[in-house]
């Protein structure tokens, strides 16, 4: 038996000549063995500065070189990035259309297929513009109905029969 020295921790241990020749590296615990055999790096919390290892894999996946601790951390971060104007889908706040349109005369049923479920019912702007918040810009439309408008010229050319009479 020959004292050795853990290439983790640097604690004394002793190991057998035999052993000794199998590896180039000794280790004096499972944990320790563990810890040799990681590829990553410990990188610091983008938002908490808390110390913590990313394997290889998740260095590599990283988009914007930011590391996050945990889930709390990286959402705190994505909402900072991503409120009002910094959100790629900003609009210039002008989202109140639809509780203007919710207040007038008019019944709140799709225009195309007649559903009166205020759950699947959407505002479209007929003219496609959402700027144009105009009330005789405004219809309402189900959800399946109002996908049918903006991708099938068919269903829009109907829906525009339909507005006209």
């Given amino acids: 038996m020959k004292n050795v020295v853990c290439n983790i921790c640097g604690k004394k241990f002793r190991r057998k000549k035999s052993q000794l020749k ?8 499972i944990n320790c063995s ?8 410990n990188v610091t919390c983008f ?5 913590v290892y990313k394997s290889l894999k998740d260095l590599k996946r990283s988009k914007n070189k930011k590391y996050f601790c945990s889930i709390n951390c990286s959402n705190l971060w994505l909402g900072e990035q991503q409120r009002a104007d910094k959100h790629p889908n900003w609009a ?6 639809k509780n203007l ?4 005369n008019s019944k709140q049923i799709c225009v195309s297929c007649g559903k009166n479920d205020t ?3 959407c505002v479209h702007h007929i003219d496609k513009n959402r700027k144009n918040n ?18 099938y010229k068919k ?4 829906l525009l029969k339909r507005q006209k009479i």
Avoid: A, D, P
């Fill in 134 to 151: 105009n009330m005789q810009n405004l219809t309402w439309l189900c959800r399946n109905c109002h996908f049918l408008v903006h991708n």
């Fill in 119 to 121: 759950r699947i019912l």
């Fill in 92 to 97: 210039g706040g002008m989202s109140s259309y």
């Fill in 34 to 41: 563990e810890q040799g055999r990681r590829k990553g790096k």
């Fill in 22 to 29: 199998l590896s180039l590296k000794h280790y004096c615990s």
């Fill in 47 to 51: 938002v908490c500065k808390k110390v």
């Fill in 101 to 104: 349109f919710k207040r007038t």
């Fill in 155 to 158: 269903e829009l050319k109907v």
